[in-house]
């Protein structure tokens, strides 16, 4: 029987998460993002593992600093969007949506997650139940949309939102409170996100990470994936809006929240 993998969540720079995937039957080790060198360096000797794969979501430098020194110092193989090649480190393999990769003895399934950036991926891990999504859908928020079209977030928000709801959700970022605090805004009725809240106040109270999520707990609380809801429709003053307007109308609220 086959070990199931392990991942590790690594704070890297000031609220930037980085995740190690590691097979404890092969000893292989890959990361998804490498904000910075250190943060993974620190937190892969600790554990004795290499580094055989780099996964980037995106270009932001915040995603990418660190991996000519990991390349450098592990020979890692770097993985990312075709579509972003001419932005990204240089890539070993470059993937496009649709396309499937088998890392670690596990699938791994390209998702186009454009909005934040044009060109921004997500890795989808069928058996692992992991979504590594960084600056799309994040806990209680998504990413601001600095390339992309509201129309292309949403899009890319309804694909994530149809993968199975027990799927384990790894954002890029620390923004949860942030965004908690908007939420409530959007729907102070929501019961389950008013106690939601209160979980991530005591995680932060205890220097905890409020990521990963389970995807249910998004559709369940995450106003962006809930524009289909009276009360987030009415915060957004679009009552009748359908729900790519008033995901459009939240998310221009938010980047003036
Ligand atoms: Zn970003
Ligand atoms: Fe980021």
């Known amino acids: 029987m086959t070990m199931p993998l392990e991942i590790v969540t690594v704070p890297c720079l000031s609220d930037n998460y980085a995740f190690l995937l590691h097979n404890p039957d092969t000893a292989e080790t890959a990361v998804v ?50 579509a972003d090649a001419h932005r990204l480190p240089p890539l070993d393999i470059a993937v496009s949506e649709g396309d499937q990769i088998t890392l670690l003895g596990a699938d791994i399934d390209i998702l186009d997650v454009s909005g934040h950036t044009v060109g921004h991926i997500a890795f989808h891990m069928p058996q692992a139940k992991a979504l590594f999504t960084a600056d799309s859908l994040m806990a209680l928020g998504c990413g601001r949309l600095f390339e992309g079209t509201p129309g292309q977030m949403w899009g890319s928000l309804q694909k994530m939102a149809a993968l199975p709801a027990d799927t384990i959700v790894y954002p890029g970022h620390e923004y949860t409170e942030a965004n908690a605090r908007f939420a409530i805004t959007i729907e102070p009725g929501n019961d389950m996100l008013v106690r939601r809240i209160h979980d991530i106040e005591d995680a932060r109270a ?27 429709k009415k915060s957004a003053g679009l009552p009748n809006g359908t729900e790519a307007e008033v995901f459009a109308q939240i998310r221009a609220m938010k980047d003036n929240f």
């Open 33 to 82: 993002d490498a904000p910075e060198a250190e943060a993974l360096t620190s937190a892969l000797s600790e554990r004795g593992w290499g580094l055989d794969h780099i996964l980037l979501t995106h270009h932001h430098w915040d995603h990418i600093g660190g991996v000519a020194a990991l390349r450098d110092q592990y020979g890692a193989q770097v993985i990312g969007a075709a």
């Open 206 to 232: 205890a220097n905890k990470p409020t990521v990963p999520s389970r995807l249910s707990e998004e559709l369940a609380t995450n106003p962006f994936l809930r524009p289909h809801v009276g009360e987030v």
